[in-house]
């Protein structure tokens, strides 16, 4: 049973560029949630997504950032017009269910330069 | 506001002691809590949890204590291992409020010493 797939596992953009992160949840799962870790900090939650719904995005920054988790094909985190501060890793967790057990997946490191 | 916290940014240990890593919390609604292992370049490792309705729980090497009146909770790994050479997150969840998401303390770099 293959884990959280991430991909790219590394992503550089230009400052302004799009970034588009995909995370493919473990099978039977369909809860997935999204989280940044900024450098020398903890995992900070951004959004909860089932599929082809939005649950949580009270993490979410209210302009650049979106999520969706369409009924086929992966969940997708796009972050529009990066700034240097966008730079951190992102990762994708799934669970099979609510209030249950997150598994992570090895995170996309996202540099703007 | 940071709701869980890991006071201790690292923790050093010899070889077959025991590791103590500890969290506190300071939302009273939390009731679902839950330990990571993070080596470099990986994403968490989910490693043990304990619900509010108990005080501990037990997998293996790894044991977690819950301590509901003082809002604490520690990870004790005995024995300890190079392996066991990583960060260790702690993290909590209120479904009341927060529904599913997890709220996660700094992290302690745990070094085992051969």
């Known amino acids: 049973n293959a884990g959280v797939m991430q991909n790219p596992r590394h992503l550089v953009r230009r400052r302004g560029q799009e970034a588009r992160l995909r995370c493919s949840p473990m099978?039977?799962?369909?809860?997935v949630y999204w989280y940044r870790q900024l450098p020398e900090e903890g995992l900070k939650f951004m959004v909860y997504?089932?599929?082809?719904?939005?649950?949580?995005e009270s993490g979410m920054p209210k302009e650049r950032f979106s999520a969706e988790f369409p009924k086929e094909g992966p969940s997708i985190l796009r972050i529009q017009q990066v700034v240097r501060g966008d730079s951190a890793a992102y990762f994708c967790a799934s669970s099979p269910r609510q209030l249950y057990e997150q598994y992570f997946g090895p995170g996309t490191r996202l540099t703007v330069t | 506001d940071q709701q869980v916290k890991q006071n201790s940014p690292s923790l050093s240990v010899q070889e077959g002691r025991i590791s103590i890593l500890n969290c506190d919390y300071t939302?009273?609604?939390?009731?679902?809590f839950l330990w990571y292992k993070k080596y470099p370049a990986e994403g968490p490792t989910f490693l043990i949890s304990?619900?509010?309705?108990?005080d501990k729980n037990e997998d293996g090497r790894f044991t977690v204590f819950l301590n509901k009146s003082a809002k604490h909770l520690s990870l004790h790994i005995v024995p300890s291992q190079p392996g066991d050479s990583a960060v260790y997150f702690c993290?909590?969840?209120?479904?009341?409020?927060?529904?599913?998401?997890?709220?996660f303390g700094e992290g302690t770099q745990l070094t085992v010493n051969p």
């Open positions: 993290a909590a969840s209120d479904p009341e409020t927060s529904g599913s998401r997890l709220t």
């Open positions: 304990i619900s509010s309705i108990k």
């Open positions: 099978k039977g799962h369909s809860h």
């Open positions: 939302n009273s609604m939390f009731d679902y």
């Open positions: 997504l089932q599929k082809e719904n939005i649950i949580d």
